[in-house]
């Protein structure tokens, strides 16, 4: 599809100044000495600067599930911004937004039929928790104000993201985080568990480290549990067979809410709507993002049981029930990027391509795992890692250096340090996760 677009356009795309733009989570000095710049994309592919395809083994950011200006989306995006620029949800509403709300409730498993939408999966994250702590209250349990995340995950760059999250650099230089927060072990565990296929054998018992916060804290002060169904930034770990599980009984036992962050695992990167539905779990809250409007227009939810819902539905009525929100909750662009991303994955049978794809992006995967300098592989659903072995004293640099080999060679990667990640719009077809793994292959043995 990269043919539709005019690579004699490409240059228009030069700037004139790198200098204004503070990049995101980006060595700015390096990236302005050497840019890496994209112009127009279409389908599986971006097209850079300089006029080369550069084929997309990240989705982006977890988020172009559809693939790039995928037609039904834009077509509904151009149709909507000509119709309804803009609606304030605060006192009042559009029919878009509530038809979005239903269609997605339909999606979810059990009673999470409630949605509170926002605009970033940062934003869900601490919507959630707000939630959670608010939800204790109104039931006449404000003890309850303990938030319990876990080493190395990633949930946003809020305040209440970062306290509960457990990647050090992004909470070291922040000061002193949330109050009354606690973390679980993380789940990686190389020694029993390296190269395996699918979620891991051993692990469950990690799931435990909840029973002794609770013993530790008491379990009536804990408001909430949230964890990625699998941890997705920090390097793709799928959870070991039955932790899910336990932490949902646990937490079920105490009282306590539980969170699935499911920001990258929703709409369909692991085969299903919803990483609850694949593995069988009702959590009390999901939050989503990225593939809900295949990142064609920012937009974030948080969806709720009923229960959690009904329990702010009390007082007068002409009272707000919950003082929260965003100028951009659910704004009309995004809703009807949203009903037409939901109406796509339907109509193409996304989720079912991805579990008849899971096999064979599995075996390309791990087909890497005797290359130069790798230490493990990891994956689930159209998800995958590479790990390798950092050079001495210089964490990060051997996968930073080889990134950008593979973006000279009509790659783009996603890396977290020595980490490669792999997660491909989900219309990929077998000769890109071909041409995925061949190329990084190819570097791997060549320069790593």
């Known amino acids: 599809m990269l043919d539709e677009l005019n690579p004699d356009e490409a240059q228009l795309g030069a700037p004139n100044d790198l200098q204004s733009f503070w990049q995101p989570f980006t060595p700015n000095r390096q990236f302005k000495s050497r840019p890496r710049l994209v112009v127009s994309a279409k389908g599986m592919h971006y ?15 977890w988020c172009a599930n559809l693939g790039h200006c995928h037609p039904k989306v834009v077509e509904a995006v151009q149709r909507g911004v000509a119709t309804l ?73 809020g ?22 927060v606690d973390h679980l072990r993380h789940t990686l565990d190389l020694e029993r568990n390296a190269f395996s296929r699918g979620q891991p054998q051993h692990g469950r018992e990690l799931a435990d480290d909840l029973e002794r916060l609770c013993a530790l804290h008491d379990p009536s002060t804990i408001a909430a549990v949230i ?36 920001v990258i695992t929703a709409w369909g990167r692991l085969g299903y709507a919803s990483a609850a539905e694949r593995f069988g779990i009702v ?13 064609h227009v920012p937009m974030g939810a948080v969806v709720c049981r009923d229960g959690i819902y009904e329990a702010f539905m009390k007082g007068p009525e002409h009272v707000i029930e919950l003082f929260h929100g965003y100028t951009y909750s659910g704004h009309p662009l995004a809703a009807v990027a949203g009903l037409a991303t939901i109406e796509a994955y339907k ?23 005797d290359l130069p300098h790798v230490i493990d592989v990891r994956n689930l659903g159209l998800m995958g890692a590479i790990e390798l072995e950092p050079l ?8 930073f250096d080889l990134m950008i080999e593979c973006y000279e060679r ?39």
Do not use: W
């Open 283 to 295: 959590p009390d809250m999901i939050t989503m993002a990225k593939g809900l409007t295949s990142a």
């Open 159 to 180: 305040f209440g993201g970062i306290s509960v999250g457990g990647m050090v650099a992004n909470r070291r230089t922040f000061g002193p985080m949330l109050p009354g």
């Open 347 to 369: 109509e193409e049978g996304i989720f079912e391509r991805v579990r008849e794809l899971e096999p064979y992006f599995e075996d390309a995967l791990h087909s890497c795992r």
């Open 85 to 157: 620029d803009f609606a304030p949800s605060f006192q009042f509403g559009h029919n878009k937004v509530f038809e979005l709300a239903s269609r997605v409730a339909d999606a979810m498993p059990g009673d999470l039929n409630r949605v509170f939408f926002c605009n970033s999966g940062s934003e869900a994250v601490d919507t959630a928790l707000k939630i959670a702590i608010a939800y204790h209250r109104a039931r006449g349990e404000g003890q309850r104000y303990r938030l319990i995340g876990r080493e190395r995950a990633y949930h946003g760059v």
């Open 47 to 61: 097209r850079s600067h300089d006029g080369r395809a550069i084929l997309d083994s990240s989705a982006g950011l």
């Open 227 to 262: 964890v990625e169904p699998v941890a997705g930034s920090v390097g793709v770990y799928p959870p070991p067979v039955g932790y899910l599980e336990r932490l949902r009984e646990i937490s079920e036992k105490h009282g306590i809410l539980l969170i699935f962050d499911e």
């Open 392 to 399: 001495p004293g210089q964490p990060g640099k051997r996968g």
């Open 410 to 448: 009509g790659l783009m990667t996603r890396i977290a340090m020595d980490t490669f990640e792999f997660s491909p719009p989900l219309i990929c077809e077998r000769t890109h996760i071909d041409q995925i793994f061949d190329t990084v292959g190819a570097v791997l043995r060549e320069r790593a």
